[in-house]
């Protein structure tokens, strides 16, 4: 992937979290969160996966940051695989290609639970595994990189297939790994598991019918593809009629493993996006808010845009595709509720980065205040209705490393100094802060 990183960046550093992690908790704690979510790096636990030995620098790096964070009172909210695996299991046998990645996540997860479940009670297996099959199968702009036109022009892949192929296994290893914690661990050590995914809300694009049921269908293709298997034991109607023999098969025993594999569901909620026919219209793909091939199987025959007759979904963000559509969380969580049996539910992630450079999110961002006070007093309402939400974490507590888009996006509550790495409080913080100690902040004005 050398020269696909905006400004040339790289994450070799970024904030450094890894040796100002105490500094970090110390913040974590004087902001007033109860809880910190974070991931394990497969990579520095078992550098080759099972074709080598635990990494015990790693194992306790880990401890150190749970055991610190617990003495502040502040609860581990731990993701086993976000992204990141040993290039060995990649060369090997091509990663979440090959149904051998499945047995392999589950010696990670098992040395995870062994190794630290006496103090976390919340694993995430799988951190957007939706998300990462498009980015790295799709549109291939993520490793390991792999697509085929007209999705992209990649030395290898096939994007109608292979984020299938690839979600296929991360599922199974997931319901692999659920069950054993549920059968060896879960009785001793207690705790949770669940599931992330990346949940954006699809709107119609027109009030046509087809239209509508463009929407629906856009919502299956991205939500209900990771939760109905994890609830419901098979892949939504709605995929395998237009999929047909391409979407791979779960076996009886493999049903049965899957079938409510999940104590809660995680949503990492950003954007809300047009849906447009493509089964009873033509799509042309025009303008940079669209994915090529929307007159495809893989993408729904659905075409997204963040655009109704030239006007925006919403104010623009720093990111292309997020716009700020605050009703929009209440809808995905209205949705999941509906759909999957109103599931215990997180909002693992939800943020807002600055336009690149903007003054304001250096010191006085008002913007993202008001994005969080709005998308929490929307989630609220659909708490008040009966959704199950048991959490919120802000994405993120600093500026960080944003894969492709490097440092150019700004997520962060601290702003990190790129000479000093000094973490520097904007007004975000200050409000996040009276906020948790219920100081009526989401009435109050900051400016």
């Known amino acids: ?41 497969w990579s520095r636990v078992l550098p080759r996966g099972k074709f080598g030995g635990v990494n015990q620098a790693g194992v306790l790096f880990y401890n150190q940051i749970i055991d610190n964070l617990l003495l502040r009172g502040i609860e581990p909210f731990v993701t086993i695989h976000h992204s990141d695996y040993p290039q060995e299991l990649e060369d090997r046998y091509g990663g979440w290609l090959s149904t051998l990645m499945q047995d392999d996540f589950v010696h990670f997860a098992e040395t995870c639970f062994k190794s630290f479940g006496d103090r976390v009670k919340y694993w995430s297996s799988i951190n957007e595994p939706n998300l990462f099959g498009i980015l790295g199968f799709e549109i291939g702009i993520c490793p390991p990189a792999r697509c085929s036109p007209p999705f992209g022009n990649c030395p290898h892949g096939n994007s109608d297939i292979e984020p299938l192929i690839a979600v296929h296994n991360m599922l199974l290893a997931h319901a692999k790994a659920a069950n054993l914690d549920h059968m060896k661990f879960k009785r001793k050590q207690g705790g949770m598991i669940g599931i992330i995914l990346h949940a954006i809300m699809y709107k119609p694009l027109t009030e046509d019918k087809s239209d509508q049921e463009a929407a629906d269908r856009a919502l299956a293709f991205n939500i209900a593809w ?38 809660f569901i995680g949503l990492n909620h950003y954007a809300s996006l047009y849906a447009k026919d493509c089964i009873n219209s033509r799509c042309i793909c025009n303008d940079s ?13 659905v075409c997204t845009t963040t655009e109704q007759d030239g006007v925006p979904i919403g104010e623009p963000t720093g990111m292309s595709l997020s716009f700020v559509v605050p009703r929009g969380m209440e809808e995905i969580v209205n949705y999941t509720k509906k759909r999957h049996h109103n599931k215990p539910m997180f909002v693992t992630e939800n ?97």
């Open 1 to 41: 992937m050398s020269g696909s990183i905006e400004n040339g960046e790289n994450g070799d550093i970024a904030s450094d979290h890894y040796h100002r992690y105490m500094e970090d908790i110390e913040i974590l704690h004087s902001l007033g969160v109860n809880a910190y979510r974070f991931s394990i790096s």
């Open 226 to 263: 990771i939760l109905d298997p994890v609830v419901f034991g098979d892949y939504p109607p709605e995929m395998r009629r237009y999929h047909g023999s391409e979407l791979p098969r779960f076996s009886p025993d493999e049903r049965v493993l899957l079938r409510d594999s999940i104590d």
């Open 351 to 447: 943020g807002y980065s600055s336009p690149y450079k903007s003054f304001e999110d250096y010191q006085h961002d008002v913007k993202r205040i008001n994005y969080h006070k709005s998308y929490l007093a929307f989630l609220a309402q659909a708490m008040r209705d009966g959704a199950d939400v048991r959490g919120y974490f802000i994405w993120s507590l600093m500026d960080d490393f944003e894969w492709i888009n490097g440092y150019s996006l700004r997520y962060g509550l601290y702003h990190v100094d790129p000479r000093t790495l000094n973490r520097i409080p904007k007004l975000s913080a200050n409000w996040y802060r009276d906020f948790l100690r219920n100081s009526n902040s989401l009435n109050k004005n900051y400016i």
């Open 289 to 301: 808010s669209c994915i090529q091939g929307s007159d495809r199987a893989i993408r729904g025959f």
